[in-house]
């Protein structure tokens, strides 16, 4: 069997399994699972899985919006690696255009659970904050992104990098130290 029948069968079996669905009608080479009651917008141009990238034939995105108000973007242009996770839990969560996302990336706006121990089972709503990508963003493999952050145009991110507060435009992040391109430059 080929690998585009066997990777069509397993888009499929997703696209089944999904209980939400992406407004537009990106290009799509891996499985994606749509979950939530909430709005997924990628704009036809952009990709979702790359067939020349690890984990093209084991992995699959995981793409949730998970209550009424939250929202997803994917501008024009982006180009998702396979095996990421993007999850708007109330609040927004867009995606620039002409973007690069690497393998196994994690975009969460959210904690999923509260901090202090006293709270954690108590049913209470964990905090929630958009995330901003600008355009022009390449996000290296293992990049976790988490709430309220805004990451400017222009803007690397180094591979494994945990990214907890926002990125002026035209820098590069390594978790450990930001850099601006001028000082690259100069």
Known sequence: MSIRIIQFIRRLYYYFLSDNKINGS????????????????ISNDSRIGYPKSPKFLS??????????????????????????????Y?????????????????IMNTDFHKIDSKDRFNN???????I???????????????????????????NGSIVRSSIPENSIYNEHKEIRLTEIIS
């Open 26 to 41: 990106p290009i799509i080479s891996q499985p994606i699972f749509c979950s939530g009651y909430g709005s997924i917008d």
């Open 59 to 88: 992995t699959y995105a995981y793409i949730e919006a998970r209550k009424k108000n939250s929202k997803i973007i994917i501008n024009s242009n982006t180009t998702i690696n396979n095996g990421v996770t993007i999850i708007a």
């Open 90 to 106: 109330r609040d927004k969560i867009s995606i620039g255009s002409n973007c690069l996302i690497g393998v196994d990336v994690q």
């Open 124 to 130: 209470k709503e964990p905090s929630s904050a958009p």
């Open 132 to 158: 901003e990508i600008g355009n022009n963003v390449f996000i290296g493999n293992n990049v976790t992104i988490l709430k309220g952050v805004r990451i400017g145009n222009g803007v690397t991110i180094a």
